[in-house]
């Protein structure tokens, strides 16, 4: 029967135990029905729910057992589907965050379909005024209501996700721009030809002293971010969870993922956070019929379900991203990738941690590893670059108090904090990095936290130069879409935040442009022509000798200790040979370069599921030391 109540009149509290007793005189052992309640004491989520989630009792029992003892009619799409003039009463952000949708007219009531009946009466509080002046209240699906408004408001969402953040913080401007930067770099390359013809000692001389200035500064970072990190706080306990636990949906962006999806799901089912607590949403492209397929091969467990995003002009993670947070429910929100192992207790650690610090803290980074760091040459440098990344610099920034470009994954943000910074940026190709940097603008801080994830190091020549491309390219975006209105930025970091930040960004991009420069020197060693040959002296010879020397002795160091913090000691002798790795990073700077002028929001899609564990068990992350 209808629960029909007066317009303004807030709803009735639900009566929660009575479904849960319900549930429980069925066809539940008691040993299921004890953990179900032990679960709910611990999380504080209702019994039924837990029952739900543990794949005891379907969604549609839950809701019959929770209508019958409520009073209160269930709806569904099915034999009931709602009538499309009346969705308009509320607007879609209050469907979506409060799990309500008006369903249609009885008479001179509305019938509002709820999800949740706790959170009816704030959504009731946006109600259109010319809503019918009785309101009565029945249950339904949450995946009923998101179905309906994806199918009747899907598009204007996508529409949104690529225009979240305002024009002067995104960098979609790019696509206007596209003839303006390719005539600005052919205005800058002029007089730097005409120069290298006049007089190529002085441009070298120039060049030079450039990328001399680079790597001396970037080094300097380098070496404040391995002191800095030497101090690390102690770990977060698992052990020790806020009394009221905190929902956490995790988002996991796929595409052309057909063969990965069904390890990925047993991957993130090893998980322990209290399922009654957390959502995984698998994000697919709308047109990505390969993942759909591989799903439609795994069976998802009831805390996992999938959104798929509406075609739209860019065809981004970002994007996907900004899409479906419209359909989470979750105060923290952690971003995987398709190929990602973390550890089990990560999540605990993350919600201890956030209950501990203060709201600043918006963010926290979990540490990237490789789970096939022995595959050949180029994995075992790719993990020893990525050790010393998670390891030494970004441990090192964020104790420095400098901006902290985040990794792409294993990425964890209260939700107040991410809307308030405006989400992504849909056409960055390096939206975790640009977020990082918005964040600390807003005057937030990330930590890094010691939980590991591992994923697959890309270890194919080509692709590892499309996707360090890609990287690079946003880099460059991110560097000067932050950097176009450099007092803003200026006031809104402050000097010191500022100054590492250009000493972060601007150097990397200069150290892989400028890079060929310094191997010219080469030529000297072999006995050939260099134009800055007569220059050479003792006392510029010298000093061009100590940066590179020392520059190379604090790589070593650094990556030595990043080796040291974590499992991969055995790779310590192939530190020596990040001497012909590094190179590799200039062929792709050159082609992101290119692809910036001309494609800026291509995305170079990296194919996961190529190489495999190294050892049975090398894709459980372990704990950092």
Not at 349 to 371: E, H, M, N
Not at 542 to 549: C, E, H, Q, R
Request: proline share 8%.
């Amino acid at each position: 029967m209808w629960n029909a109540t007066a317009r303004r009149r807030s709803p009735p509290r639900a009566v929660r135990t009575p479904a849960g007793q319900l549930l429980a005189e069925g066809a539940i052992g008691a040993r299921a029905v004890a953990g179900a309640l032990a679960e709910s004491g611990l999380s504080g989520a209702p019994v039924e729910d837990v029952l739900a989630r543990e794949g005891l009792v379907s969604e549609s029992e839950v809701l019959k057992a929770r209508a019958q003892s409520m009073g209160l009619a269930r709806l569904d799409r099915a034999s009931d589907p709602p009538d499309a003039t009346v969705t308009g009463y509320l607007p879609v952000h209050v469907c979506l965050s409060h799990g309500v949708l008006p369903w249609k007219i009885e008479g001179d009531a509305l019938v509002v379909g709820t999800c949740d009946p706790d959170r009816l009466a704030a959504a009731l509080e946006h109600l259109s005024p010319d809503a019918p002046p009785r309101i009565a209240k029945a249950l339904v699906s949450e995946a009923d209501i998101h179905a309906e408004i994806a199918m009747r408001y899907g598009a204007a969402l996508a529409r949104q996700a690529e225009q979240r953040l305002p024009a002067a913080d995104s960098c979609r401007d790019l696509a206007q721009a596209t003839w303006c930067s390719a005539a600005l770099a052919a205005g800058l390359a002029a007089p730097c030809v005409a120069a290298l013809a006049l007089a190529p000692q002085v441009f070298f001389a120039a060049v030079v002293m450039l990328a001399l200035a680079s790597l001396a500064v970037s080094q300097l970072l380098k070496l404040s971010a391995l002191v800095a990190s030497a101090a690390r706080p102690a770990p977060p306990d698992p052990r020790r969870l806020p009394a009221d636990l905190p929902m956490v949906s995790l988002l996991v962006p796929l595409f052309d993922e057909y063969d990965i999806a069904g390890a990925l799901i047993a991957r993130l089912g090893r998980l322990t956070y209290p399922k009654v607590r957390l959502e995984i949403v698998l994000i697919l492209e709308e047109d990505d019929a390969p993942t759909r397929a591989g799903l439609a091969e795994a069976a998802l467990p009831p805390w996992m379900r999938v959104v798929e995003v509406p075609r739209g002009t860019v065809m981004t993670k970002p994007r996907a991203l900004n899409y479906a947070l419209n359909f989470t429910r979750g105060d923290i929100i952690g971003i995987y990738d398709a190929e990602d192992a973390p550890a089990p207790d990560q999540l605990e650690r993350i919600v201890s941690r956030f209950a501990k610090a203060p709201p600043q803290t918006a963010c926290l980074q979990g540490i990237l590893d490789f789970y096939n760091p022995r595959a050949n040459w180029l994995s075992r440098c790719f993990t020893i670059e990525y050790a010393t990344w998670f390891r030494v610099m970004l441990p090192g920034l964020a104790r420095l108090g400098l901006p902290v470009p985040l990794g792409g994954t294993s990425v964890f943000i209260r939700r107040s904090a991410l809307e308030s910074a405006g989400g992504w940026d849909s056409h960055n190709v390096t939206e975790d990095a640009d977020l990082g940097i918005r964040l600390a603008r807003l005057g937030y801080r990330t930590e890094l936290v010691a939980t590991v994830t591992r994923e697959e190091a890309n270890n194919r020549l080509w692709p590892w130069i499309r996707q360090r491309s890609r990287w690079l390219k946003g880099y460059a975006v991110t560097w000067w879409v932050h950097s176009r209105r450099p007092l803003r930025l200026w006031r809104d970091l402050g000097t010191w935040r500022f100054l590492g930040l250009q000493a972060l960004l601007l150097t990397t991009l200069l150290q892989f442009a400028l890079a060929p420069v310094l191997w010219s020197f080469w030529l000297v060693l072999v006995g050939l022509p260099h134009p800055l040959t007569p220059l050479l002296t003792g006392n510029l010879l010298a000093l061009m000798v100590t940066v590179f020397l020392c520059a190379e002795g604090i790589g070593i160091v650094a990556a030595a200790t990043a080796l040291a913090r974590g499992p991969y000691s055995r790779l310590l002798p192939w530190i020596l040979t990040l001497v012909f790795y590094f190179p590799l990073g200039s062929l792709a700077f050159y082609r992101g370069l290119w692809q910036a002028a001309l494609r800026p929001f291509h995305w170079d899609k990296t194919r996961h599921g190529v190489s495999q564990p190294g050892d049975p068990d090398d894709d459980l992350p372990e704990q950092p030391r």
